[in-house]
């Protein structure tokens, strides 16, 4: 899935029995990834993966199992807690175009990750996001986005077409390299349908995410690959990070400074598959 090659038992990880679980240090992390996921419109395995799999010794395939359950506890939270906000920013349409979207696209991407390595899909990703990234934080248009509110956004039907080729990418990845997959949307959603205003466009990522997760789960569960407490206790600690960030978000100066906690998302996962890439080099080097 999100390894660096083919999936394979241990995936060159140490035994995941190395570590032991410790559930307030957990809930901590948890906390935080799902506060700063929720700022951003993301679901926060980009986070969740490095550390189970670095910290906790999960192999990486199953680090990418167990991050998506707190993915999808973050985003199914956080979700409803937008839904229920005086200022909501879901729009129902640009949701269900994402999802439509996700669900085919996750399907897709959970049989490529049983059948080919990841690893050039992660060193272009990589490419992507730095260049994203940059953009995000020197293009003067961006600023607009970010402050700009969705509620005039109106979409004509080449634009829902858009909006769910967007899921459909995103859905694919998020199996593939254990996000959610709003790393993928929210930029996307930025760049191609800047009308929605960044609000909107988190909001409806996180919605599309929680469906994304959820079914990549389900489909992981199948295989045996969830495994009982560090992921748990890291997912009850993002249920509560996704309300405080529910909370901040809304925030007229915290949405100015989205700019670059959304571009620091993006290094920070550029970086994470350009240092899985080096671990790869290592483990097949004579």
């Known amino acids: 899935m999100s390894g660096v090659g083919p999936p394979s038992a241990n995936d060159g990880a140490r035994p995941l029995a190395g570590r032991a679980v410790r559930p307030f240090p957990l809930l901590l ?8 996921s929720t700022l951003c419109g993301i679901g ?11 910290a906790y010794r999960m192999p990486m395939r199953t680090a990418v199992a167990n991050s998506l359950v707190l993915v999808a506890a973050s985003t ?42 990841t690893a050039v899909l992660k060193g272009f990703f990589a490419l992507l996001l730095v260049g994203v990234a940059i953009q995000l934080l020197v293009d003067d248009s961006a600023r607009d986005v970010f402050a700009r509110g969705g509620a005039g956004f109106e979409p004509a039907a080449a634009d ?47 919605a599309m995410s929680t469906v994304a997760a959820w079914q990549s789960v389900w489909l992981y569960r199948r295989d045996g690959e969830i495994r009982s407490g560090a992921s748990l206790w890291l997912a009850g600690g993002a249920v509560l990070g996704a309300a405080i960030g529910i909370q901040l978000v809304h925030v007229e100066t915290v949405t100015r ?12 996962a550029a970086a994470r598959f350009a240092w899985d890439l080096a671990t790869l080099r290592r483990r097949t080097a004579p």
């Open 29 to 36: 992390l948890g906390a935080g990834i799902g506060a700063y």
């Open 44 to 54: 926060g395995g980009v986070f969740a993966v490095p550390l189970l799999h670095y």
């Open 76 to 117: 199914a939270s956080a979700t409803l807690l937008e839904g229920l906000h005086a200022q909501s920013a879901l729009r129902l349409d640009v949701v269900l175009a994402l999802v439509a979207g996700s669900l085919v696209g996750s399907l897709l991407g959970f049989a490529i990750g049983k059948r080919v390595s």
């Open 160 to 206: 829902f077409a858009v909006i769910a080729g967007i899921g459909f990418v995103a859905g694919i990845l998020a199996p593939l390299l254990g996000i959610g997959g709003g790393l993928v949307a929210v930029p996307a959603l930025l760049h191609l349908a800047p009308g929605l205003g960044f609000l909107a466009a988190r909001a409806c990522s996180m």
């Open 257 to 268: 400074a989205a700019r670059g906690l959304v571009a620091f998302a993006l290094f920070f």
